[in-house]
Structures are given as C-alpha cells and as structure tokens.
C-alpha cells in the first residue's frame, strides 16, 4: 500500500513539474509579447511627440505671418505663388 502512495506522489510531482514548466513557458511569451507592444507604444509616443512639435512649430509661424501687415502679406503671397509655380532648372 506505502509503494503505491509514493507512485502516486511522483506521479503529481511530475505532473506539478509539466505543469509548471508549461506555465513558465506560457508566461515567458506574453511577457515578449508585452515587450513588443510596449516597445512599438513607445515608438508610437514619440512619432506622436515629433508630430506636436511640428504643429506647434507651423501654429508659431502662422500666427507670425498673421502679425504681419496686410501688405506684407500680400507680397509674400505674391511671392510664394510665384515660386509654386515656377519650373525648376535643370542645371
């Protein structure tokens, strides 16, 4: 009768061991599946950080050219215009 509780006992022993082992395994691929998303999150953070930096940086210039008087304006309008259109040389 002893024998066959300590067969018993190693067979949930060993299967306590699959378990864990499986376990183990299990949490070491969400963990890099959690390192992966975090990393393309803090990639994504600061792609977002650059973009609000450039806005903020248009929103300064606007408002400087806003400032200006009408007829500056108008002639760097005029200015702009020209260059849209203008063909680039071919040197």
Do not use: F, I, W
């Not at 009408?70 to 680039?88: C, D, F, I, M, N």
């Amino acid at each position: 009768m002893a024998l066959c509780q300590v067969s018993s006992l190693e067979d949930c022993n060993a299967q306590m061991e699959r378990e864990k082992a499986a376990l183990a395994d299990l949490l070491a691929a969400k963990k890099h599946e959690y390192d992966q998303m975090r990393a393309h999150y803090r990639e994504r953070v600061v792609d977002l950080e650059d973009e609000v930096q450039r806005l903020k940086s248009e929103k300064l210039r606007l408002v400087d050219k806003l400032q200006l008087p009408e007829s500056e304006r108008a002639s760097l309008a005029a200015q702009v215009g020209y260059l849209l259109t203008r063909k680039p040389s071919c040197r």
